[in-house]
């Protein structure tokens, strides 16, 4: 299974909290992000034995890295480490979404082109959204690196319908 739809599938175990903290009143978006990271990170670093980069989860390795957070596959020797491999990478934008904001991060995905990509934000209007997915498939199928069949994942919360983890595969056609 790709490690992408195996962390949607983490996530939407997900869906009864993170609805919890939505209708508890409090700020809960911080909580948010944490549920996600660490969902993320512990799905890399207990099951994978992945070298995990990312902020604010204390299992995590390292800072962030380049990306949100990323999984790496290391090979210690002494006090130095190499980098064997960078199965996945992930950008998000979780507080609020724009355009922009989304533009700015997703495009970060490009750069990683034997990585698994995954992009994770909320869904808060219709017409961003749709603006949202037709650029990330023009933009997927438009970028030369990448071969048919390859791309990038989105995950997202969605705020408007069903308050739950959605997840819609992105790849190169053309």
Not at 40 to 45: D, S
Not at 66 to 93: A, C, H, R, W
Not at 97 to 104: D, L, M, R, T, V
Request: charged fraction near 30%.
């Amino acid at each position: 299974m790709k490690l992408t739809k195996e962390i949607f599938e983490l996530l939407k175990e997900q869906n009864t909290i993170v609805n919890e903290y939505r209708e508890s009143g409090l700020s809960w978006i911080g909580n948010f992000t944490k549920i996600i990271k660490r969902t993320i990170v512990e799905l890399g670093v207990k099951k994978y034995k992945f070298y995990v980069s990312t902020n604010l989860i204390e299992i995590a390795d390292q800072n962030e890295w380049l990306f949100d957070i990323s999984y790496q596959e290391i090979e210690l020797n002494g006090d130095k480490t190499m980098t064997l491999s960078i199965p996945l990478v992930v950008e998000s934008e979780l507080s609020k979404i724009s355009f922009g904001g989304f533009k700015e991060d997703f495009d970060k995905l490009f750069i990683a082109t034997s990585s698994e990509r995954l992009f994770i934000f909320r869904k808060l209007d219709h017409q961003i959204f749709d603006e949202i997915i037709d650029y990330a498939k023009k933009s997927v199928n438009k970028f030369r690196d990448f071969k048919i069949g390859q791309g990038i994942d989105l995950i997202y919360w969605d705020e408007i319908e069903t308050k739950e983890f959605k997840m819609l595969e992105i790849t190169k056609t053309e």
